[in-house]
């Protein structure tokens, strides 16, 4: 039934910036509150890596390559979940994935369809 929407993907020149959004569709507004979501990346020829989440109590986890540069927020009235990446670097080229956890219930998952960043000069 949920369904987490992305968009803010594109082409920025290294040093640029981007914000990613991710909208939990169809979802209750309280759902992000009860739930750990995150962002995902997955690069060609290479596993799916952990960006960054944030949980029910708004703890932040950031991978070490994006720590500093990237942040991850939530805005539980809107279902809506961000990534403002900063200081964007070729090595951060990916397709990004939106993630939630729900903490309750049959604890289910959901996955977004994955958004394009490209980062070149």
């Known amino acids: 039934q949920v369904q987490l929407v992305e968009s803010g993907g594109g082409l920025v020149q290294p040093g640029g910036s981007l914000r990613l959004s991710c909208v939990a569709s169809?979802?209750?507004?309280?759902?992000?509150?009860?739930?750990?979501m995150g962002w995902y990346r997955q690069a060609p020829g290479k596993q799916r890596e952990l960006v960054a989440t944030?949980?029910?109590?708004?703890?932040?986890n950031y991978s070490d390559s994006v720590r500093g540069r990237f942040r991850i927020s939530r805005d539980i009235a809107k279902n809506t979940i961000y990534l403002q990446m900063n200081s964007l670097e070729p090595e951060d080229t990916a397709v990004y994935y939106c993630?939630?956890?729900?903490?309750?219930?049959?604890?289910?998952?959901?996955w977004g369809q994955g958004t394009q960043v490209t980062v070149s000069s």
């Open positions: 169809r979802a209750s507004k309280s759902m992000l509150s009860l739930a750990t």
């Open positions: 944030i949980n029910m109590n708004s703890w932040t």
């Open positions: 993630n939630a956890k729900v903490n309750i219930g049959s604890r289910p998952e959901y």
